[in-house]
Structure formats: structure tokens, C-alpha cells
């Protein structure tokens, strides 16, 4: 069945640092992969998507960079400020059907 | 900005009891969506229902739920018979057009707890 990999489950970064969360999916005929970010209590937040014709989107500090090869995507977060933290989520999207498959998250906590 | 609407925020019930949860989907969005999240944990798909009916639901989407758009806003869950293990968050989502990859939107959640 479906299943997506993420890596790390906590991430801590000094304010203004980088940081990378990485994800590997199992399904081929996966074509779209967002990223949502989840503060304690909320929505999930969806931040940036790329789909499969697609190697790299950006969007200010945000990006996303997709290799279908070896069914990575990953999310990168640079000039990182104490309000990037939170739990952050990739998600896949099949061809078959509508369904978003989600990872475990990522913890990620900005350090001042 | 439209955004998908969920009442109520936190619903408490005993064990046994039947649950409705509701949902607004964004006005011009076709595909609706249930997801749960127990505490802690991920995400999870539970069904998906385009043109008045479910195109698509996961194992945990079993007899004790169903779905059902009752007029042109709503769309609601429905839990019969609730369990202890029930309780979670219920995030409806809503996207904009049929077919794969369309960002799909979601609500800020009905916390349900069954005691």
C-alpha cells in the first residue's frame, strides 16, 4: 500500500539557520506532494506543493525540491524565524483517487 | 480568504453514543474530505465524496461511519455507536476541482472525545 517515509521527527535550529525535512514515497504513480505545517491545535496549514513535472518550487524562504528517480521530496526552510516552529507535514497525493497520504512529521523547534 | 468551517470545536460524548460532525466546505470546491488525527500522531484519509457520493474511503471508514451532504453547504460525518478509541481530531478539507492534484484545504478541526 501506500507509505511515505519522514525524516527527521525533531528538528532544532538556531534562529536564522537552515533546515531540511525529507520524505521518500512508495507509490510511483504519486503526481502531487504538498507540505502542511501544523501548529499545537490547528489546521493543518498547507505551505508549498509541487507535482510530478516538476524538480523545484520556491516560495520566499520556503522550497521544495522533488526527484521522482528515487521518490524523495523534500522540504527546505532557510533565514528560519522563531514562528517556523511547529510540526511540519509531506504529504502524496495518488493518480487513482483524491486521498493524501501523510508522514509522521517533523518537530521542528527554532532556537533563539 | 475562504476558508472550510467546522462545527462544533470540541464535542464530549459516552461511549455508545452517536455523533454528528459538520463541515462547510470552501463555496466553490467540489471534493470533500474527512481526515482524523489521534493526539500526537499523523494524519489519516478516511473518505472522500465528489457528486453526492463517496469516491473513495480508507479501512478505517468502516459501518460505524458515514457521510452525507444533506443540502448545498454542509457536509457531515457521522459516527454511530462511538468507541473509546474514536476520540481524536476530525479535520473536514475541501479542493477545488475534480481529478489529482488539487490542494485541498483544511478546517480547524472537531476535537472529539469519547468517554
Known amino acids: 500500500g501506500e507509505n511515505v517515509e519522514q525524516h527527521p521527527s525533531t528538528l532544532s535550529v538556531q534562529e536564522g539557520d537552515s533546515a531540511v525535512i525529507k520524505c521518500t514515497y512508495s507509490?510511483?504513480?504519486?503526481?502531487?506532494f504538498p507540505w502542511y505545517k501544523q501548529e499545537l491545535g490547528k489546521r493543518p496549514q498547507l505551505i508549498i506543493d509541487?507535482?510530478?513535472?516538476?524538480g523545484e518550487k520556491k516560495d520566499q524562504r520556503i522550497a521544495v525540491t522533488l526527484n521522482k528517480t528515487a521518490k524523495h521530496f523534500s522540504l527546505h526552510i532557510t533565514e528560519t524565524q522563531p514562528e517556523d516552529s511547529a510540526v511540519y507535514f509531506c504529504a502524496f497525493h495518488t493518480g487513482g483517487g483524491n486521498k493524501l497520504t501523510f508522514g509522521t512529521g517533523t518537530q521542528l523547534k527554532v532556537e533563539l | 480568504e475562504p476558508e472550510v468551517t467546522q462545527t462544533p470545536s470540541h464535542q464530549v460524548t459516552q461511549m455508545g453514543q452517536e455523533v454528528i460532525l459538520r463541515c462547510v466546505p470552501i463555496?466553490?470546491?467540489?471534493?470533500f474530505y474527512w481526515y482524523r488525527q489521534i493526539l500526537g500522531q499523523k494524519v489519516e484519509f478516511l473518505v472522500s465524496?465528489?457528486?453526492?457520493?463517496?469516491?473513495?474511503k480508507s479501512e478505517i471508514f468502516d459501518d460505524q461511519f458515514s457521510v452525507e451532504r444533506p443540502d448545498g453547504s454542509n457536509f457531515t460525518l457521522k459516527i454511530r455507536s462511538t468507541k473509546l478509541e474514536d476520540s481524536a481530531m476530525y479535520f473536514c478539507a475541501s479542493s477545488e476541482e475534480a481529478g489529482g492534484s488539487q490542494p485541498q484545504h483544511f478546517g480547524d478541526g472537531t476535537r472529539l472525545s469519547i468517554l
Open positions: 507509490d510511483s504513480a504519486s503526481n502531487y
Open positions: 463555496s466553490n470546491h467540489l471534493y
Open positions: 509541487i507535482r510530478s513535472n516538476v
Open positions: 465524496f465528489y457528486n453526492n457520493e463517496i469516491s473513495e
